[in-house]
């Protein structure tokens, strides 16, 4: 079956560290790009990151500019998100998501989800 899966969330202090994986399972991922979201509670869905199937493109919200870098290894089907210096105001799930063309960060554009990982940052 054709799906995503995320990993690498957890707790974490501020200024703290994380990497976020999205691992393709059921399809060949480097036909596809990926987008990174992440939902606050009481907050609609907001576009974090992109990198393109090939991984030369990427682009990043402006506020984790300079602190999260999108990568991906199509050889072993994954695409990570690092995620340095964090903020309490990254607390959210983040998720993965995938799309054959195109560059954009909205939600709706994108077919296929990952289920999601929690990060909290917090003291």
């Known amino acids: 079956q054709l799906q995503l899966v995320n990993s690498g969330g957890g707790l974490v202090q501020p200024g703290g560290s994380l990497r976020l994986s999205c691992v393709a399972s059921?399809?060949?991922?480097?036909?596809?790009?990926i987008g990174w979201f992440r939902q606050a509670p009481g907050k609609e869905r907001e576009g974090v990151s992109y990198?393109?199937?090939?991984?030369?493109?990427?682009k990043y919200a402006d506020s984790v500019k300079g602190r999260f870098t999108v990568s991906r290894d199509n050889a072993k089907n994954t695409v990570y998100l690092q995620m340095n210096s964090l903020k309490p105001e990254d607390t959210a799930v983040y998720y993965c998501?995938?799309?054959?063309?195109?560059?954009?960060?909205?939600?709706?554009?994108?077919?296929?989800w990952g289920q999601g990982t929690q990060v909290t940052v917090s003291s």
């Open positions: 998501a995938g799309k054959v063309n195109g560059l954009s960060l909205r939600p709706d554009e994108y077919p296929f």
């Open positions: 990198i393109s199937s090939s991984g030369s493109f990427t």
């Open positions: 059921g399809f060949t991922l480097n036909v596809y790009a």
